[in-house]
């Protein structure tokens, strides 16, 4: 996983918590998160560079988002505002410190 954060070029260390995507065996991308007592938080997402705009991020926020759902949280909320058009494209909304998706049941 360091490997592939560091190819990426992410200075992240390997998250604690978080969901890995692998396509036919190989790592394509990190989410590295966080559960707080209402929400769960994305601290950073990572797709592998040559594999960008195919739906890989999109797939590890929605799979992020049944898993909050599974554990009673109806919000996923990100602080990066890196990558706000992506995370806007995906339903999330502009907060004064970040963003937030709101998860229906
Ligand atoms: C941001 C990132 C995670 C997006 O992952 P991705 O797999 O390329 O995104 P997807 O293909 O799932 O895109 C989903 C939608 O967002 C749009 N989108 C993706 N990246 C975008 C960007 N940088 N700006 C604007 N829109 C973007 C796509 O066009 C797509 O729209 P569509 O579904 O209508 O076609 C990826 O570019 C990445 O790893 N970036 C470097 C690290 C970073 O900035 N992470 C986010 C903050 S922690």
């Known amino acids: 996983m360091r490997e592939f954060l560091r190819a ?8 604690a918590l978080g969901l ?4 036919v065996g190989d790592l394509v991308a990190v989410l590295a998160m966080e559960i707080t007592s209402d929400a769960v938080r ?4 990572i797709v592998a560079r040559e594999l960008r705009r195919k739906r890989i991020g999109r797939f590890m926020v929605e799979e992020l988002a049944r898993l909050a759902r599974k554990i009673d ?3 996923v909320v ?11 494209k995906l339903g999330f909304q502009d907060l004064d410190n970040g963003m ?3 998860i229906e049941n």
């Open 73 to 75: 949280r109806d919000r």
């Open 8 to 15: 990426n070029e992410s200075s992240d260390d390997a998250p």
């Open 78 to 88: 990100v602080d990066s505002l890196d990558a706000g058009d992506f995370f806007r």
């Open 20 to 23: 890995i995507g692998k396509l």
């Open 42 to 45: 994305i601290d950073s997402l």
């Open 100 to 102: 937030e998706l709101k």
